[in-house]
């Protein structure tokens, strides 16, 4: 928090009005070592001795961003992952063109508590290192202007998390696309849910490839699922989280892609051959695995 200011207080929303230092959990919010598409910002000699600012590269459309997460759970499912048979239970955050993000703070790439546990998780503290801020405005309404929009889930590598896509989502957004990226809890790293808690990577040692995308296409068509249910009006976060303006009339269920990193390209084919209603793929660095042609 900025020196000086007041401490943050919770809104009708969750949401803190300090837009400096506002936290991202309970509208619900993941990456390996660094990822390239951060960079520093220019550091300046008074600044020298500060934690070093990331930065995100700026979207190349030209729409405005929205962004907003959902906690969603599966439960015609148990997470193979976890002792106790609980249901399996998963973050999304999607992000999309928006109307107009005037109102409306830009989303940290990270909430704080994953944020601090990722950056542990590479030798570094928030006092040494200050994660980026996105491009995505926080339940900025959707430009419905734009008619039904494609839809295009990403798949993280392995390990990794959602926000490594941020990037990429942020530029399809700006260029109208509906991007859900999908975190596969206890596969990933770390996900954190809104009431605060990080699930880490439980993943048995040598757990079997085509295991792993199994579960990870499960996932996805839950996804898909969920949003089927957003387009019909229904808002599937069990922590009923606002949605932003016109999402229900948004989502076009009859184009949806997939995209995926390393071994999240492996469980694009994988979930390609089991749920029809992905219609293209692509595979970003992945191997094929399994019974993928």
Same mark, same amino acid.
């Given at each position: !928090?900025?020196?000086?200011?007041?401490?943050?207080?919770?809104? +009708?929303?969750?949401?803190?009005?300090?837009?400096?230092?506002?936290?991202?959990? @309970?509208?619900?919010?993941?990456? @390996?070592?660094?990822?390239? +598409?951060?960079? @520093?910002?220019?550091?300046?000699?008074?600044?020298?001795?500060?934690?070093?600012?990331?930065?995100?590269?700026?979207?190349?459309?030209?729409? /405005?961003?929205?962004?907003?997460?959902? %906690? $969603?759970?599966?439960?015609?499912?148990?997470?193979?992952?976890?002792?106790?048979?609980?249901?399996?239970?998963? !973050?999304?955050?999607?992000?999309?063109?928006?109307?107009?993000?005037?109102?409306?703070?830009?989303?940290?790439? !990270?909430?704080?508590?994953?944020?601090?546990?990722?950056?542990?998780?590479?030798?570094?503290? @928030?006092?040494?290192?200050?994660?980026?801020?996105?491009?995505?405005?926080? $339940?900025?309404?959707?430009?419905?202007?734009?008619?039904?929009?494609?839809?295009?889930?990403?798949?993280?590598?392995?390990?990794?998390?959602?926000?490594?896509?941020?990037?990429?989502?942020?530029? $399809?957004?700006?260029?109208?696309?509906?991007?859900?990226?999908?975190?596969?809890? %206890?596969? +990933?790293?770390?996900?954190?849910?809104?009431? /605060?808690?990080?699930?880490?990577?439980?993943?048995?040692?040598? +757990?079997?490839?085509?295991?792993?995308?199994?579960?990870?296409?499960?996932?996805?068509?839950?996804?898909?699922?969920?949003?089927?249910?957003?387009?019909?009006?229904?808002?599937? =976060?069990?922590?009923?989280?606002?949605?932003?303006?016109?999402?229900? %009339?948004?989502?076009?269920?009859?184009?949806? /892609?997939?995209?995926?990193?390393?071994?999240?390209? /492996?469980?694009?084919?994988?979930?390609?051959?089991?749920?029809?209603?992905?219609?293209?793929?692509? =595979?970003? =660095?992945?191997?094929?695995?399994?019974?993928?042609?």
């Amino acid at each position: !928090m900025a020196a000086g200011k007041t401490p943050n207080k919770p809104t +009708a929303t969750g949401f803190s009005p300090d837009k400096d230092d506002a936290p991202w959990a @309970p509208q619900h919010d993941e990456a @390996p070592p660094l990822h390239k +598409a951060l960079r @520093p910002a220019a550091v300046t000699p008074r600044a020298a001795t500060s934690a070093l600012q990331l930065s995100l590269p700026a979207p190349t459309g030209r729409h /405005g961003v929205g962004t907003f997460s959902l %906690h $969603l759970v599966d439960k015609s499912r148990t997470d193979p992952y976890v002792p106790g048979s609980k249901p399996r239970e998963l !973050m999304v955050s999607f992000w999309y063109p928006a109307a107009s993000t005037r109102g409306h703070y830009a989303a940290p790439w !990270m909430p704080s508590v994953s944020g601090a546990h990722f950056l542990a998780s590479q030798g570094l503290t @928030p006092q040494q290192v200050t994660l980026p801020k996105t491009a995505g405005h926080v $339940l900025a309404p959707v430009d419905t202007k734009l008619g039904k929009l494609p839809v295009l889930l990403y798949s993280s590598g392995l390990h990794s998390d959602r926000m490594r896509g941020t990037a990429l989502a942020e530029d $399809l957004a700006s260029r109208g696309y509906l991007v859900v990226t999908v975190d596969h809890t %206890h596969d +990933a790293n770390e996900v954190q849910f809104p009431d /605060g808690r990080i699930e880490v990577n439980t993943m048995p040692a040598g +757990a079997h490839s085509s295991d792993t995308l199994n579960v990870r296409a499960a996932d996805i068509r839950f996804v898909i699922n969920q949003l089927g249910a957003i387009s019909k009006g229904h808002n599937p =976060d069990v922590d009923h989280a606002r949605l932003p303006t016109g999402l229900s %009339h948004a989502v076009d269920m009859s184009r949806i /892609g997939m995209f995926g990193a390393s071994l999240g390209g /492996g469980a694009v084919d994988t979930s390609m051959q089991l749920d029809h209603r992905i219609r293209a793929g692509a =595979d970003l =660095d992945g191997q094929f695995f399994g019974s993928a042609p």
